[in-house]
């Protein structure tokens, strides 16, 4: 969960899925560095299907993988099997196999072996002129020669398969996919490990749009090698992305707005210091009783709602707010307390704003800031309320201006350089790391919204965290101790500086804290999530420590019924486990709770990837299985 060492820092994102440790180059992003994913990974099955050995193969081939091209290492998807004995053996049969330990594999049964009749001997000649017609181009020329040794062959066995594998590659080359898909299929039925019927069926699919069936056959191809060719890997990786982030698209579109976890709610209103203080604290059971006598009181109504804000009754809160600006711009003239009402409305529309953001209604909160800030320009909370959505939406050009903005209309806004130093501590212009100096622009922000006297935390964690990134290790841990002692009540602070020593390797400061943090609050799901995270670190079976890190796992959801990381890193586990079916279940409950499209398009891959390895272990189950923890 890892919002102040994650690729994306929480205040710009409010809605986005709590970051895992993982690969950068693959599904999960990565968080930390490669030495600390290997002390505390909960996600060691990177690409779900992959099992535990991906993460190896997609770091290895990283250099000389193509994932764009969709050719296996194993054999082109195009050109058909060699015509001579020994090479069209070589070219059918998949990269780490044995011959001399499977059948499948004997110089009888494979093509290209020496024919033992007459008929045979001529299925080999028509092959043979049907290569060189491919050679030359001349496919429907080549289509009759193979055409014509299906029709010698007395026996279907693997030259068969060849034969029709062949054809698939000339239909391949003519776009007539639905011929390739029936060849390929008709040489899987005579051989299961036939990797370039796989391959160009995979590709047959992927053409005409049946992006699901394509993942499926790569990932078959990805079990026959037993996820040791970095191509074939990188390729199901791509594939995988390209499904997941189409998955993603119609279900942002279909579904319903839904508010995130408590836990998400509340790290993104920490940063919103003014949020919190709009009015005084008042008790919802007394609001409701002024409210029962004055119905059409549109400023008790969003008084109510700010404190179900504090109660963490968000979705309550909303229904409020909504009725509190219906009230409220009903306000005329003759209104007695008018002025009062009218600020009352500016503020009941700025919340329902970023109620909408984080609903996932980034079109209609984007257009209500939009109206607020025509009528009132200089409302600093609505800008940088403002800025969050545009990151959402992909616009960060505008972000910036937008910020330096706000710093000039309130340069004594703890809040404003709070959310700059934030925009500079994740702006990744290079790559996937911060430049140093958006590092320092970040760390003087910071540390102005720290001057200014913050009330919330948020700005003194990050600054600390800052100073970290920077190498200015025993300045981050001082400023730490310091907040830990200032923010001693809250429960939040000491998971953050769990956080920071989890990446420093110290596992024992980092579970004393998270204990702590569990003694404040013994629903905070966070501090679960990051025990879990703890449970892999340490000595022991294997077994035993996914068993203990699923218990707490539990315990998070359980605490917060809307924490998708927890549901995210349940599904992984059972991955690891080879549990397919407890893992779609999981990342189904996972999948409603995750807002942007980036994070639905991530955990979507997942779950078509667990597909995927289930559909290939039922329907091919002569096939490697995965490895298994």
Not at 140 to 168: F, G, H, M, Q, W
Not at 319 to 332: F, H, N, P, R, S
Request: with cysteine; proline share 4%; hydrophobic share 40%.
């Amino acid at each position: 969960f890892f919002f102040f060492f994650g690729n994306r820092p929480f205040h710009r994102s409010p809605r986005a899925l709590p970051r895992r440790m993982g690969a950068q180059q693959s599904i999960v992003p990565s968080t930390m560095d490669e030495a600390t994913v290997k002390k505390v990974a909960l996600a060691a099955a990177v690409v779900a299907v992959a099992g535990t050995a991906i993460y190896i193969a997609s770091r290895q081939s990283q250099s000389t993988a193509n994932p764009a091209t969709g050719k296996s290492a194993a054999a082109s998807s195009t050109a058909p099997a060699a015509s001579s004995a020994s090479s069209a053996s070589k070219s059918s049969r998949p990269a780490g196999r044995n011959p001399s330990n499977n059948s499948s594999t004997s110089s009888t049964a494979r093509p290209g072996a020496a024919a033992t009749n007459p008929e045979q001997q001529e299925a080999l000649k028509f092959k043979t002129l049907g290569n060189e017609a491919f050679r030359d181009k001349s496919f429907d020329k080549a289509i009759e020669c193979y055409t014509k040794a299906l029709e010698l062959s007395p026996v279907k066995d693997k030259s068969a398969a060849v034969y029709y594998c062949n054809r698939a590659a000339c239909y391949l080359n003519l776009n007539k996919f639905d011929k390739v898909i029936e060849d390929c299929t008709a040489a899987l039925e005579l051989d299961s490990q036939y990797i370039k019927a796989f391959n160009r069926r995979a590709k047959a699919y992927d053409a005409i749009g049946q992006k699901q069936k394509a993942v499926y056959d790569y990932s078959a191809i990805c079990f026959i090698e037993k996820f040791r060719m970095p191509s074939s890997v990188a390729t199901l990786d791509h594939k995988l992305k390209e499904l997941g982030r189409e998955v993603a698209e119609r279900i942002v579109q279909s579904r319903s707005p839904t508010m995130p976890s408590r836990t998400v709610m509340s790290v993104y209103f920490e940063g919103f210091s003014d949020d919190l203080s709009l009015t005084e604290k008042e008790s919802v059971s007394t609001l409701n009783g002024l409210i029962k006598k004055n119905p059409d009181d549109g400023v008790l109504f969003f008084r109510r709602s700010v404190a179900l804000l504090r109660a963490a009754r968000y979705d309550e809160s909303f229904q409020d707010v909504e009725d509190a600006c219906e009230k409220l711009e009903k306000v005329t003239d003759q209104n007695e307390n008018r002025d009062e009402q009218l600020q009352c409305l500016w503020q009941a529309r700025a919340l329902r704003a970023t109620y909408l953001h984080l609903r996932g209604q980034d079109d209609l909160a984007l257009q209500a800031f939009d109206e607020m800030l025509q009528e009132k320009p200089n409302m600093v909370n609505a800008i940088l309320k403002r800025c969050t959505v545009l990151t959402d939406l992909n616009r960060n050009d505008e972000v910036l201006a937008q910020l330096n903005r706000a710093a000039e209309l309130a340069p004594d806004n703890c809040d404003v350089f709070y959310h700059r130093g934030q925009y500079y501590f994740s702006n990744k212009t290079d790559g996937d790391d911060v430049r140093p100096d958006d590092l320092a622009k970040a760390e003087k922000d910071f540390q102005k919204a720290c001057d200014l006297k913050a009330k919330s935390f948020s700005p003194y964690v990050q600054l600390a965290v800052t100073k970290y990134k920077l190498g200015q290790k025993d300045k981050a841990l001082e400023l730490f101790d310091q907040v830990l002692q200032d923010f001693s009540s809250v429960p939040d602070v000491f998971v953050y500086a769990a956080q920071l020593y989890i990446d420093m390797g110290n596992t024992d400061r980092a579970s004393e804290l998270l204990s702590k943090a569990l003694e404040l609050d013994p629903k905070l799901a966070m501090a679960y999530f990051y025990q879990a995270v703890l449970c892999t670190a340490e000595q022991g079976d294997e077994r035993q420590k996914m068993a203990n890190s699923e218990k707490l796992l539990k315990k998070a959801i359980e605490a917060d019924e809307r924490f998708e990381g927890g549901y995210q890193q349940l599904a992984q586990l059972c991955l690891q486990r080879g549990e397919l079916d407890e893992a779609v279940a999981y990342y189904d409950k996972c999948l409603p709770l995750v807002r942007s499209l980036e994070d639905v398009a991530v955990i979507s891959a997942c779950r078509e990837a667990a597909l995927a390895q289930k559909f290939v272990l039922k329907n091919y189950p002569s096939l490697p299985m995965p490895p298994r923890m």
